[in-house]
């Protein structure tokens, strides 16, 4: 099974993406003759000015690779309902490759569930020995408050304190961080910072729990944080500076997500509208008559 795609493969594009950043990815992705496969998305979401001189850099750059006969694998995605507002897609429209076959998203949140679980040995020092599966993510969500899933949170605390006490381990107290993420638009450099303020400078080979509470109206930027964070593994502030996480550490990520009503789904499914909640290893929180009803076989009331 393929393995998680690393940080220097993928390149996600936002508003604000500068055209620097996307020249050091074109010269990495054209002339680094790795053999990976490299991927710009969601570059519809340029704006305009850096959509274009994007393209004129990638057509030079293109050019030169070829004619010193180097290999590359480029892949350039963007939203359907924006290609024709981009300078780029337009430019680049005779690369164009037919739909992808995409797998469902079942499949999807099981590649990533075996991906995300660790296989070697664990002990205490891993933070995620705690986690049922051994997973270093699980989403803890709810359809509204009072469920549960900070008391999970302060549960898988003190699992790890009892285990860490019971092996006699010489750690200190703070194994638990906790960044909590507020308003419609979260804005990826001040939870930089806060990650990169938490850096393990003492201890490095204990890991820690991360506990991300994200509030309810988070909607705007939350993907490209929790895809940047869990599947690639860092966090770039616009200083330059990246946060890597650790193997030892754990995440729980609480959240009472904004639903998706549009879609029909089974009724003891939610569909959230951030994609990321709906493809990570996740739990979730009911309450005590929801769950005689689950466990009787009954059906929830819509």
Not at 246 to 269: C, G, H, R
Request: proline letters at 3%; one cysteine or more; glycine letters at 4%.
């Amino acid at each position: 099974m393929a393995s998680l795609p690393q940080s220097d493969e993928i390149l996600l594009c936002t508003k604000d993406t500068p055209l620097d950043v996307i020249e050091i990815f074109w010269r990495r992705a054209l002339f680094a003759e790795s053999k990976k496969v490299y991927c710009l998305v969601n570059v519809d979401l340029l704006n305009y000015e850096v959509s274009d001189k994007a393209e004129v850099s990638l057509d030079r750059h293109m050019q030169s690779a070829n004619e010193k006969g180097i290999p590359y694998q480029l892949v350039v995605f963007c939203g359907s309902e924006n290609e024709f507002k981009s300078r780029m897609v337009a430019a680049i429209d005779s690369y164009r490759r037919l739909r992808l076959q995409m797998k469902d998203e079942s499949h999807v949140k099981s590649y990533l569930s075996k991906q995300l679980c660790t296989e070697t040995a664990i002990t205490s020092k891993h933070a995620l020995c705690v986690d049922i599966e051994k997973s270093s993510v699980r989403v803890v969500k709810s359809v509204r408050a009072g469920l549960g899933k900070t008391l999970f949170v302060k549960n898988m605390k003190a699992a790890l304190d009892n285990k860490r006490k019971e092996e006699k381990l010489n750690c200190d107290d703070h194994c638990l961080v906790t960044i909590s993420i507020y308003g419609k638009c979260l804005l990826l450099d001040d939870v930089a910072e806060i990650l990169l303020d938490q850096t393990q400078i003492h201890m490095p080979e204990y890991g820690r729990i991360f506990h991300i509470d994200i509030a309810h109206e988070v909607e705007e930027g939350l993907d490209l944080f929790l895809f940047q964070l869990i599947v690639l593994g860092c966090v770039t502030h616009r200083s330059g500076h990246v946060w890597r996480k650790s193997a030892m550490d754990y995440f729980i990520v609480e959240s009472m997500p904004l639903l998706d009503k549009a879609v029909k789904t089974d009724m003891n499914q939610l569909k959230c509208l951030s994609q990321c909640m709906n493809i990570f290893p996740d739990i979730m929180c009911r309450s005590p008559v929801e769950c005689l009803r689950i466990l009787s076989n009954q059906e929830l009331p819509g």
